[in-house]
């Protein structure tokens, strides 16, 4: 009977620590979804045939997806249309702008335009250094009219380019646009801690990137954040002393609440719900960040311009209630915020759905003397 009673609380104790190591390991994983640093491979589809300007490629969830993407191989790109009718267990798309690739090419289908600013769209742009507190960041700067400058800010473990959707509408207007870097991007000085601080580091080097256009005469700025970057645009307005000389702000797919966003993150991932809480308490003790300040629904910012903010409804990474939460936060406030949902499209992907209606919101929210609601 002894031995029985032993062994019954050897097996419980094991089950308790197995219990244990996996709840730790998903915290543990779930932290790292939110702030490790990732580089991204080179390929994620390839080019099985080629027909005049139609481009043929294995269909995977990506490459299945209706609008406006991008396809970029070795030392190249092309704009591919919409998906063409009829390719069964393909996806046969055109080339709108770029290069015909060979078939058997492997690339990297993708939402972002490729390159840098020439690349992308032909636009003319010099790359600048940026001092930041933990050293020089690169910057492309695109120049315009006037002292009011556009600063994109790309978002978590993005890059640059993820930027220039927006470029062409911004040259048009002739607005000076500059589309920075920060801590932990490739090129730019790392973080301490090598981890990403979800905004609460961040945004001192848009401060940074904004102090030193004022070297180059910009004297007001408009704010332009995707994604993570929506968050470091928030911090920067409200703890900023720069964050007065902002005159508006566009937020695509904004990581408005870090709570909600790891809440989505568990159910993406099929974890239990509880996972969420105990993920951010993994990122207090990694980075020192507490991820209950880093809402703008429950810490509004500081200073609060005139606001569009653009977010998919299908959006899995930042659920559209984070915008939903905002808006809400925003009408109690008297803050102006022009909320357009679009009905289609994954994460950041307003544009690649209805690219002239996210051209339209844009150009008519940053042309001199309209009404930002």
């Known amino acids: 009977m002894r031995a029985l009673v032993k062994r019954r609380l050897w097996i419980a104790g094991l089950a308790t620590v197995v219990v244990m190591g996996a709840t730790g390991a998903g915290a543990w994983f779930g932290s790292e979804q939110s702030i490790g640093v990732v580089r991204y491979g080179t390929g994620n589809t390839e080019v099985l045939a080629v027909r005049g300007d139609l481009v043929t490629l294995t269909r995977t969830p990506e490459t299945g997806k209706p609008g406006t993407y991008w396809l970029e191989w070795t030392g190249s790109y092309a704009m591919l249309g919409d998906v063409v009718p009829g390719a069964g267990d393909r996806v046969t798309r055109k080339v709108l702008r770029g290069h015909v690739p060979s078939a058997g090419t492997p690339g990297w289908f993708g939402n972002v335009p490729p390159g840098d600013p020439e690349v992308a769209w032909g ?60 801590r932990n991007d490739q090129g730019a000085p790392a973080s301490p801690d090598g981890l990403l601080h979800l905004g609460d580091s961040e945004w001192r080097d848009l401060e940074a990137a904004l102090r030193h256009a004022r070297t180059m005469g910009a004297r007001r700025f408009v704010l332009y954040g995707t994604s993570m970057g929506g968050q470091v645009v928030g911090q920067f307005l409200d703890r ?110 307003a544009w690649n759905v209805d690219r002239a209606r996210y051209d339209r919101l844009v150009r008519d929210f940053l042309s001199p003397g309209a009404s930002p609601t």
């Open 123 to 182: 636009i003319g742009y010099t790359e600048i250094m940026v001092p930041t507190e933990l050293g020089p960041a690169p910057a492309w700067y695109v120049p315009g009219e006037g002292d009011t400058w556009v600063v994109a800010v790309h978002g978590q473990n993005g890059r640059r380019k993820a930027e220039l959707k927006v470029l062409p509408v911004v040259h048009g207007l002739r607005l000076p646009f500059l589309d920075i870097s920060y």
């Open 240 to 349: 900023s002393p720069l964050a007065a000389l902002v005159d508006r702000v566009v937020m695509d797919a904004p990581m408005i609440d870090v709570g909600m966003t790891a809440e989505q993150g568990v159910r993406t991932h099929h974890l239990p719900a509880f996972m969420a809480g105990l993920s951010n308490q993994v990122v207090r003790w990694r980075t020192g960040v507490d991820p209950d300040r880093l809402s703008l629904i429950r810490r509004p910012p500081r200073v609060r311009p005139p606001l569009l903010l653009i977010h998919t409804v299908p959006d899995t990474e930042h659920p559209i209630q984070e915008a939903y939460g905002l808006v809400a936060a925003g009408r109690r406030l008297g803050w102006e915020i022009r909320f357009e949902p679009f009905e289609r499209g994954g994460h950041t992907e």
